[in-house]
């Protein structure tokens, strides 16, 4: 019986791991799977159909991605009669399908059909395609039906463009990688105390003056790590306009931020009268575009009539650049100090009958909704716009926690989740001690993975006003095109996960391992990505004899130590097996992919004595 037992569960166990090494790696996971016997050939026989002129642009989109991914040029032919000898990949729309953004892809061995509502849900079952191609050898697709449809509406990504700036062309790279994840949301911060980016013609000003800053903040300290290098720049409305048609190309919303009433400073540095006074409240000085990090108290003046002209001038041109329903506002961090002491401020609270400056920022940004609300637009705003009264129609951004999120959604308000303890991508990925320089906060890749947008606190009716997960890239300490990859990518797929896949089959275990994958997608992207640290496990120790055993999360690339406490290189001891630590050796251990390299982690780890 015993006997009989064991086998059953070797058998068991032989067919749970057949499952997950012939289980394609997709990420975001769908929402049904069935693999099936067979494959598909790749090959020059196939080609792309299309049924309307709806899908040609979509048939040529999918065409040109094969190629990048195999080096094959399908044709793309308009109707879905099969060629002789051909193979197929049809694009149909299917007014069955329930979901907007759903599809339904289905993979035989000479026909392969995606099928979905809208253009929309095509794209997607492109991308999800595309994810099925293999990384490298024979391009043969697995036999599969999948059925899919993403959890929530809202899946983002913000983008700073603020504190460094950014090229038009790694923008739209960016924008290839929110696609290929299935993330429809982009949300672009414009405007900040460290610079103004879009142009805006009735107040040059904001590019002469606004956009550029004399130096920056490089280290922790305010005071000591500040550089005097002249930073700056802005993007023109026509710059705005190919980025928000490329994104739009993709599927991809692009949601304006135009900060008020705090993180002004370089606006006011620009055209002074915005303020509550003629110099700055932190230091009596005339204001200038900050150089460092933080909240500023100084910011637009609520009793000044000219702010809201100037901020209606300013919406004015920016609301028409975008189609997108949501600009957003900003409202976090604006210290009243400077509001207190203006006479100005204080007339305008006695005059509407408020109760104190948190009354007046809620007034501030009613009065600013009540113009967007009459351009056809709405507007979202960090969580502390909710501050002496919430706006009629908008939407929540919560940061700081969950909290405001769900008592957004108990009151009746849509509610975006980012909460910067799992959605910000500007935290540390591991021990700051070996990571280069991040804002403070620890965000690795479980932490992003572990979060639940939906509180178990809402009801099934409050549940619904979640709208979905965004993570936030704020720039400070973000100066290259490089480092923004680093910081993103692995952590955009477990935001990608979390935001389309069906909670009951998000697995962390399950994602790492159709991550190894997902790293040789990013790399034949060229996308720079963080490759993990090699794990470490200790074995045994006797004495002062440690035998260590390293472990390649990533499943590619080599492992590479040395004992003596030198720098790991290509040239360092390759890590085979376990091996022995013995008395005052350190060992350093990397991982390498290519050119690159992870962090470089050590042990034992030596406490500084204090």
């Given amino acids: 019986m015993m006997k009989l037992l064991l086998s059953l569960m070797l058998v068991l166990i032989l067919n749970t791991s057949i499952h997950a090494q012939t289980n394609p790696a997709l990420i975001p996971q769908p929402l049904k799977m069935d693999l099936r016997k067979g494959t598909f050939l790749l090959d020059k026989n196939v080609y792309i159909s299309y049924a309307d002129a709806a899908s040609a642009q979509l048939a040529s989109f999918a065409g040109d991605a094969i190629r990048e991914a195999t080096g094959l040029q399908p044709q793309i032919r308009k109707g879905i009669a099969i060629a002789k000898k051909g193979k197929s990949v049809s694009l149909l729309i299917d007014p069955n399908i329930k979901s907007v953004e759903g599809y339904t892809l289905e993979v035989g061995s000479t026909q392969i059909a995606i099928r979905a509502k809208t253009a929309n849900g095509l794209f997607y079952g492109i991308q999800t395609l595309l994810q099925l191609i293999p990384v490298k050898g024979e391009m043969r697709l697995p036999a599969i039906f999948i059925e899919d449809e993403p959890r929530f509406s809202w899946r983002g990504m913000l983008f700073d463009s603020c504190r460094h700036m950014f090229s038009v062309d790694f923008i739209k790279k960016f924008i290839d990688q929110l696609a290929r994840h299935k993330l429809n949301k982009f949300h672009w911060h414009l405007t900040e105390d460290q610079g103004w980016r879009i142009e805006i013609k009735k107040y040059p000003r904001l590019q002469e003056v606004a956009a550029f800053r004399n130096g920056t903040q490089i280290g922790p300290d305010r005071k000591k790590d500040v550089d005097s290098i002249r930073y700056g720049g802005f993007y023109t409305q026509e710059q705005i306009k190919e980025v ?25 540095t620009a055209y002074p009268h915005l ?38 001038d300013v919406l004015n041109e920016v609301l028409p650049l975008f189609p997108s329903k949501y600009v957003h506002i900003g409202g976090d961090e604006a210290p ?28 501030f940004v009613q009065r600013m909704e009540h113009f967007i609300n009459s351009k056809g637009k709405k507007i979202i ?47 540390y990925q591991a021990d700051p001690k070996i990571e280069p320089m991040a804002i403070g906060y620890w965000v690795p890749l479980d932490s992003v993975y572990a979060f639940e947008p939906v509180h178990p606190a809402l009801n099934e009716q409050e549940a619904k006003r ?43 275990g399950d994602f790492k391992i159709r991550l190894r994958t997902q790293y040789q ?62 008395g005052q050796e350190q060992l350093k251990y990397a991982l390498f992919y290519g050119n690159r390299k992870s962090a470089t982690d050590y042990f034992p780890k030596i406490s500084k004595k204090k």
């Fill in 244 to 268: 928000v048609a490329y994104a739009g190309s993709r599927f991809v919303e692009v949601i304006p931020e135009i900060e008020m009433p705090g993180h002004s400073v370089a606006a006011i």
């Fill in 275 to 312: 303020a509550c006074g003629s110099v700055s409240i932190e230091n009596g000085k005339p204001f200038e575009v900050r150089r460092v990090w933080g909240v500023s108290k100084d910011l637009y003046c609520a009793g000044n009539d000219s702010v809201f002209t100037f901020l209606e």
């Fill in 336 to 363: 009243h100090d400077a509001w207190h002491k203006c006479p100005k401020c204080q007339s305008r609270i006695q005059r509407e009958g408020l109760k104190d400056e948190a009354a007046l920022q809620s007034w």
């Fill in 381 to 427: 705003g960090w969580e502390e716009i909710m501050q002496g009264g919430l706006a009629e129609n908008a939407t929540v951004h919560s940061w700081l926690g969950v909290q405001s999120g769900l008592k957004a959604a108990r009151t009746g308000h849509d509610a975006i989740m980012s909460p910067y303890s799992h959605m910000y991508f500007d935290g």
């Fill in 466 to 508: 979640i709208l979905g997960a965004q993570a936030n890239l704020w720039t400070e300490f973000i100066a290259t095109e490089s480092y923004f990859e680093y910081m993103v990518f692995p952590r955009i797929a477990a935001l990608a996960e979390i935001n389309w896949s069906p909670k009951p089959k998000r697995d962390f």
């Fill in 521 to 582: 997608r990013y790399q034949r992207s060229d996308v720079q990505f963080r490759i993990p640290v090699p794990e470490i496990t200790l074995e045994s120790s006797i004495q002062e004899v440690h035998h260590i055993t390293l472990f390649n999360p990533a499943g590619i690339g080599e492992i590479r130590y040395t004992l003596d406490g030198s720098e790991v290189t290509l040239k360092s001891t390759l890590y085979k097996s376990i091996f022995e630590l013995k």
